[in-house]
């Protein structure tokens, strides 16, 4: 087998790793995991077989990328002068922003297996590696995600969530 070459990885797998770190992380972290994902993996990328699972792969650096900044946001305070009197999010006026905000308000576990399981398109076993435990509490995971979605987003839509 053939090994593609890098920049075909990112044309292939970008937007994939792009909906994943975004529904992790929220619109405002989401660019700098996704391109702290495809530097790592740019450097790795040698040493990866050719017959590897090349997605599940970046949704693993992605994965690390975006505990990353959660533990740098974490340690870092927010200096604000004023605060404004109704927040708008940054995808206010994006396709699904509604969808958004319904995912960024699963708990983490939950939201973290949607995104894998949903958008990545990654198996159970794969995402209880990234998420420690096993491929049955990852399905248990992202079923109850998705059994919250279904109660929170407009179901009444053409909005598909499986």
């Known amino acids: 087998m053939v090994k593609l ?7 292939q797998h970008g937007p994939t790793v792009l909906r994943v770190v975004r529904a992790v992380l929220g619109h405002a972290d989401a660019d700098d995991a996704w391109s ?10 040698p040493d990866v077989p050719a017959d590897a699972n090349v997605e599940a792969w970046l949704v693993t650096i992605a ?6 900044v959660v533990r740098a946001t974490s340690r870092r305070a927010t200096l604000v002068a004023d605060t404004p009197d109704a927040t708008t999010p940054d995808h206010a006026d994006a ?5 958004t905000d319904a995912v960024a308000a699963l708990p983490a576990k939950q939201r973290q297996a949607v995104a894998y399981h949903y958008l ?6 794969e995402i209880a590696t990234l998420l420690g435990g096993s491929p049955a509490a990852a399905r ?5 995600g998705i059994a919250t979605l279904r ?5 009444e839509s053409d909005h598909d969530l499986d």
């Open 5 to 11: 070459p890098f920049e075909t990885i990112v044309s």
């Open 151 to 155: 109660r929170t987003y407009d179901t």
């Open 140 to 144: 248990r995971a992202a079923a109850d």
């Open 63 to 68: 994965h690390r990328k975006a505990i990353d």
């Open 95 to 99: 396709p699904h922003a509604e969808l």
């Open 120 to 125: 990545a398109g990654l198996p159970y076993a």
């Open 36 to 45: 702290d994902t495809f530097l790592a993996a740019m450097k790795a990328y």
